[in-house]
């Protein structure tokens, strides 16, 4: 039989044993391993492929600069300002009203994009190519005429052939526009979570100046993952010093037009007639005013105005 030298464990021992347990987690330790986990995070593509797209659309401005002076008869300059992953609600939000937006159908991929061209940028434009003469800041809230939305898609589809181009060096992608809207919060073209890479240019048409904004699918991008991986390898197995030098010597010896173009001005049929020597022409542009210097079409520098040697000549003075 037992003595009674046995005692009963106190509330103190009882709480000694618990903690001397090894691998007992006490639930708010078990909290401190749960983490916050955002669902839209799975459409985020990585930042190597933005790095990308930064330079497929570096090229796109590019091209486009090019390509709008000649259609425009103006010095254009097209500056890429951003590229990032918003939300579509994002990027509607970020949007004036009304402005000038149109739905693009990418194609093979069956995707729907968006182009937005600021009215204050729009508006000026649709004037030079109706024989405003210079392009001038024009401040012009409203919705555009039929005539003027048919004058614009034909300038859409000169910048969507650049887009479709630039994107060649990826995949054989092409842009064309579906439809015509004018206010973003009544489009809804895509879920208002999806996520969209927005690509944010600048144009600069003289003494105007104003936003282009595209939007693509994060899912379009994420289905050419491996094409931009292969762009970037391109990119970085750069040709040698004795290829440039062949290629140097190999066209060292070809002729091009060199030519400075000076803005003239839009005068009437009647008047045009009633030409004869003698008459003077004014010009829309300053002779203070830079001027454009092409090579085979192509703007290439801007330079001023000068005299040398008895003869008139052109100052460079910036690279395009």
């Known amino acids: 039989m037992m003595e009674g030298n ?44 933005i790095r990308a797209l930064r ?21 254009v300059n097209v500056n890429l300002i951003s590229v990032e992953q918003l939300s579509f609600r994002e990027l509607m939000a970020c949007l004036p009203s009304p402005t000038c937006l149109s739905v693009l159908r990418i194609t093979p991929f069956d995707g729907i994009g968006i182009l937005e061209m600021n009215p204050a940028l729009a508006f000026p434009m649709i004037e030079n190519l109706l024989g405003g003469g210079k392009i001038k800041p024009l401040i012009i809230q409203r919705e555009m005429t039929l ?52 690509i944010a240019t600048e144009i600069q048409i003289g003494d105007t100046s104003g936003m282009m904004n595209i939007g693509i699918p994060s899912s379009i991008v994420k289905q050419l993952r491996h094409n931009f991986d292969q762009q970037w390898t391109a990119r970085r197995s750069s ?8 290629t140097l010597a190999l066209v060292s010896g070809a002729s091009v037009d060199l030519e400075a173009r000076v803005e003239g001005s839009v005068v009437r049929f009647d008047d045009l007639l009633d030409l004869a020597e003698g008459d003077i022409l004014q010009f829309d542009q300053r002779t203070t005013e830079p001027v454009s210097l092409l090579v085979n079409q192509l703007p290439k520098w801007r330079g001023q105005i000068q005299i040398s040697g008895g003869r008139k000549a052109v100052g460079i003075s910036a690279e395009l």
């Open 239 to 246: 040709a040698t010093e004795d290829e440039i030098e062949r």
């Open 6 to 49: 046995s005692h009963a464990l106190s509330q103190e021992d009882i709480d000694a044993l618990f903690q001397s347990q090894s691998g007992a987690a006490t639930p708010a330790s078990r909290m401190a391993l749960a983490q916050k986990y955002d669902f839209r995070r799975s459409d985020r593509i990585p930042k190597e492929q």
């Open 147 to 198: 005539i003027e939305q048919q004058i614009l898609n034909t300038l859409l589809a000169l910048i969507l052939q650049n887009l479709s181009l630039s994107w060649q060096s990826v995949a054989a992608v092409d842009f064309v526009i579906e439809s015509n809207e004018t206010e973003p919060g009544l489009l809804h073209v895509l879920p208002p979570n999806e996520a969209v890479v927005s």
């Open 55 to 75: 330079g497929v659309h570096d090229t796109f401005s590019r091209s486009l600069a090019s390509s709008l002076s000649a259609y425009l008869r103006t010095y």
